[in-house]
């Protein structure tokens, strides 16, 4: 059975009259594969890097990035997994996903729905604050 554990946890907190402090949730699942969920923006890498760490694992050691949506405070820290695959929802095609390989710029048609990321995840489309 896949273990989920949050990482580092999401803060959008307002840090004067018109500025927003942001940061996502970010989600570890051990299944047959390690899963990122939401990697999360620059200020929270250091507390991602360490938290991976006191797991015991690198950022080599994830196999999978699952992007939630494309707002900048969940994607910014992709680039940390040069060798997982990234997978997202292509909003405005007619296909319902896609993953990447950054480390080749390749990309890959992928229905998140239908198809297999690892044993026991599943893909389930919810309502959110953004459509992608």
């Known amino acids: 059975?896949?273990?989920?554990?949050?990482?580092?946890?999401?803060v959008h907190k307002m840090i004067g009259e018109d500025k927003l402090t942001v940061g996502a949730n970010i989600t570890l699942i051990r299944s047959n594969i390690n899963i990122i969920v939401d990697p999360g923006s620059f200020v929270?890498?250091?507390?991602l890097l360490l938290a991976l760490k006191n797991e015991g694992l690198t950022p080599n050691d994830i196999q999978a990035?699952?992007?939630?949506?494309?707002?900048?405070d969940h994607t910014?820290?992709?680039?940390?997994?040069?060798?997982?695959?990234?997978?997202?929802?292509?909003?405005?095609?007619?296909?319902?996903?896609?993953?990447?390989?950054?480390?080749?710029?390749?990309v890959?048609?992928?229905?998140?729905?239908?198809?297999?990321?690892a044993d026991d995840i599943q893909i389930i489309e919810t309502l959110g604050h953004s459509i992608d």
């Not at 990035?65 to 494309?70: K, R």
């Not at 940390?80 to 996903?97: D, E, H, M, T, V």
């Open 65 to 72: 990035v699952i992007l939630t949506h494309s707002h900048i």
């Open 108 to 117: 890959y048609r992928f229905d998140l729905f239908k198809e297999k990321i």
């Open 1 to 10: 059975m896949p273990e989920v554990k949050v990482l580092v946890a999401g």
């Open 76 to 106: 910014t820290n992709t680039f940390l997994f040069p060798q997982a695959k990234i997978y997202w929802r292509f909003i405005g095609s007619n296909y319902p996903g896609q993953f990447q390989k950054i480390d080749q710029g390749e």
């Open 44 to 47: 929270n890498k250091d507390k």
